[in-house]
């Protein structure tokens, strides 16, 4: 299967700051990637679509202004979650579709803002 | 919209053969995986279904029924390390986003 990496596995910041998280396809080109959103015991939940050379498109509820998405090639994508605050705090997950049509899943990034 | 029920919890015993239901109402449908997901790490492929019917592979099987909005996962000859979260999720047409239910906690006991 394909393997998809995120970077990094964990970090802590303090309230107000902006965090980037880094979600790549390692053996496979990926025009388009997923990010997920997970609070604890509970399911995963849709951020947005990236979308390789053009705006992401982000589900409802979710700012556009607060997590930005920047999805450069076609091996990276990117979600800067700006300004942090406390209620930011989750586990961040990114996934990308193979050509198998499977959607593979990084290890995910725990965020954890003070 | 999107309406993904699946059970909360279940317990089973170790070596038997448990069924974990999924029922789906969306306004699209494009397919439906089963992921495991054990706390704190990322969901892990298991299955794929896009037509009717039953897809087995190893101990791991599951069926989907498009007109009943319907799908389970069937865990054969349960080990400990099965203990996990199931999760059931419809993908979307189009955009192949996922929506996932809240998943199903499975709990193998000796």
């Known amino acids: 299967g394909a393997v998809v990496s995120q970077h990094p596995s964990r970090v802590i910041c303090k309230s107000g700051t902006s965090v980037k998280i880094e979600c790549r396809s390692l053996?496979?080109?990926?025009?388009?990637m997923f990010w997920y959103r997970q609070f604890p015991k509970q399911s995963l939940m849709l951020m947005a679509t990236s979308n390789e050379g053009s705006k992401a498109t982000y589900e409802q509820g979710v700012e556009k202004d607060k997590f930005l998405i920047n999805h450069a090639s076609l091996t990276l994508s990117t979600l800067t979650v700006t300004s942090a605050h406390p209620e930011d705090s989750s586990f961040y997950i990114c996934?990308?579709?193979?050509?198998?049509?499977?959607?593979?899943f990084g290890p995910g990034t725990r965020l954890t803002v003070l | 919209g999107q309406n993904i029920d699946q059970p909360t919890e279940m317990t089973a015993t170790e070596g038997a053969i448990v069924q974990i239901n999924c029922t789906y109402q969306t306004s699209g449908f494009n397919g439906l995986f089963w992921y495991q997901q054990h706390a704190g790490e990322a969901p892990t492929f298991l299955s794929y279904n896009v037509l009717d019917g039953l897809e087995e592979k190893g101990r791991f099987s599951s069926f989907l029924s498009r007109s009943k909005g319907y799908s389970y996962l069937l865990l054969k000859e349960l080990q400990m390390k099965d203990s996990a979260s199931y999760l059931c999720?419809?993908?979307?047409?189009?955009?192949?986003?996922?929506?996932f239910g809240k998943g199903t906690s499975l709990l193998v006991t000796p």
């Open positions: 053996d496979f080109q990926a025009t388009t």
């Open positions: 999720a419809v993908e979307r047409p189009g955009g192949y986003a996922l929506n």
């Open positions: 996934s990308a579709r193979g050509q198998d049509n499977t959607q593979y």
